[in-house]
């Protein structure tokens, strides 16, 4: 891990285990600290965004930091429709499919062209943002909720994205290939409704 992954870390790290009187920006408790914690109680968004920085890691070059700032930028906007009730079809389906594609593109190194990836890294990022917007808690701070579930998010992303690194060794590439079929794994899961 770099010294500024490592910096990054302990930065979010820190932002999580802030005092409860920081998070709550609005006295019911639905601010910053509620949304650095929902990305982080879903494993079906914990594995896609984790699979989001492993997958920008295998590609290398500027996708190692362009798939993963999309995401949560993307993510964002989508959230405020989610908040706002704008309907968007077949969501929870559109988040297992994150984690079955994202974790085959990190199983198989499936390394398409920069516009194919941030397709496709946008377009599930639509329905986790979604998702998240729709599960705003009625009395939150939706900038300090937003905030933090933009900020957690990153944090999976950077975690993914240092465990990416493994891939220089061949017991590293072995562990991040069959990190993406568990995550493809739990994907299907999701899909099928077993989890």
Do not use: K
């Amino acid at each position: 891990m770099t010294m500024m992954t490592q910096r990054i870390t302990g930065l979010i790290l820190a932002l999580c285990l802030a005092s409860p009187a920081f998070a709550h920006t609005d006295g019911a408790g639905g601010g910053l600290i509620a949304g650095l914690l929902h990305p982080l109680t879903g494993p079906d968004h914990v594995v896609a965004m984790v699979a989001v920085g492993l997958w920008g890691g295998i590609l290398g070059g500027a996708a190692i930091w362009q798939l993963p700032v999309l995401f949560p930028i993307v993510m964002a906007f989508a959230g405020a429709l989610g908040a706002l009730a704008v309907p968007l079809p077949a969501v929870e389906t559109g988040i297992a499919l994150s984690g079955v594609i994202l974790g085959l593109m990190v199983l198989f190194m499936v390394r398409p062209p920069m516009a194919v990836a941030a397709g496709l890294v946008g377009a599930f990022a639509v329905f986790h943002g979604h998702a998240h917007g729709a599960e705003l808690p009625e009395s939150a701070n939706a900038f300090a909720y937003a905030m933090g579930f933009v900020v957690a998010t990153g944090a999976l992303h950077l975690a993914g994205i240092a465990f990416g690194t493994l891939i220089r060794s061949p017991a590293g590439l072995i562990a991040v290939r069959t990190a993406g079929a568990v995550i493809a794994l739990i994907g299907v899961a999701f899909l099928t409704g077993i989890a």
